[in-house]
């Protein structure tokens, strides 16, 4: 018998070879790349600005892509014309779902200030240029061409991988990430999430680092009102509701609220500091001690030249919205301002709610939460950085961008908040970007968006490599 066992290894190989080679196959990028921008020019040529949204021009265009591959679509609605995709492909059920997810609507453009129009994905000198193109149909088509490669290459997987394109992103997630959420979450529960919210920035044409969104800040919008005397504006009057909304509005634009560290902050200052230069590493590394000097420098540096960096230091708050009077001549009685109050996660809105009232400090002014828009989620969950999936994009970044992985904290809205509710760890991904575009006005949502093309490709090129580290059978 003993003699035998060589051999029965032999067959076993020989039996497992195929599998084993068919698991760690990999797509013909080369022939991929053009399949992906046909892809990319046909969803960015819909029209899917938000309001009204039609995501369903999208949805329409995805199932009929993934119908023609032989992959089931399942097509959820709140309103008929905003649309929510879902594909699934099963794994053997060893490890929690993964969920990839992009939303389908984009802002509104005004096509006036656009150099290229902005639904025609027009290509010029290594650019596309459309609304979209950053945000957020990269994430879209990056699914897509994941889901697509994972069926073809028939990859054996631990894990069901989950494709969400959303609707309504745009306005808070009320057609799309919410009602996903609280009414079909059995179609898109998961383990873990990858969706926007994060980046790789390039200086000179190179990565510098990319930025994983493990947390992002809360809006909760706050209203100030004041009532005043109404009277005849030739004939001041000291309870002007105007002059002390005014007021209250200064002294909460000049006031920052104290800063506040959580692991996902100070890791992203520490790390950055390691890949910049010795002048802004001084600054990165200062503020890591909140009441020296030094940082009481390097806080002031960020607000008047980062001020994304500063939001991230602590709750923030800007004056966004101010209403009063309707004539000239007429002291209005009545006079409203609205705050985009972004919270920390662990804040807790009813004290934060008492200090604007004290920094204001006017009994005549009411400070209460805006019900103008419906706050997301507040909660305390953070994505962690020493589990698989943080570990698998990092080895991607590694392989791709050749950088550092920094974890950021969001200062912006996404609709990972709504998943992270629900216990999902969410990671926000993107791709590479020139540090300067957005101060140039290439950036998403501005009137010249664009996306650098190469930098598409190597984007999904990362995703497939991410998905296949944490779904592939091993």
Known sequence: MRGRWPFVVLLIVVACAPAFAQATRQPDWRAVEPETLQHFQALLR???????????LATDYLKGVFEK??????IFAREPNRANLVVRLKGNGRKQPLLL??????????????TFPPFSATRNEGYIYAR????????????????????RLNVPLDRDVIFLAEAGEESGGGVGVDFMANVHYADIGAEYCLAEGGSVTRIGGRPLYASVQTMEKIPRPVDLTVKGTSGHGSRPLRDNAVVQLATAVGKIGSWYAPIRFNETTRTYFQRLAGVSSPQEAARYKAILTPASPEAKAADEYFQLNEPGHASMLRTSISATIINGGYRFNVIPSEAKATLDVRMLPDEKPEEFLQTIKKVINNPAVEVTWSTAVDPRPANTTTSRLDNEAFKAIEAGVKKHYETVTVPEMGTGATDMSQLRAKGIQCYGIGPAADREDPLKGFGAHS???????NELYRFVQFQWDVVNDLARTK
């Open 69 to 74: 591959e032989g992959i089931p679509v399942q």
């Open 447 to 453: 009137d010249q968006e664009r996306i650098i093309e």
């Open 132 to 151: 979209g193109s950053l945000d957020d149909k990269p994430h879209v088509v990056a699914g897509l061409m994941t889901m697509l490669m994972l069926k």
């Open 46 to 56: 819909l029209d899917t600005s938000n309001p009204p949204g039609n995501e369903k």
């Open 101 to 114: 997810m992009g939303h389908t609507d984009v802002v509104t453009v005004d096509p006036k200030k656009w």
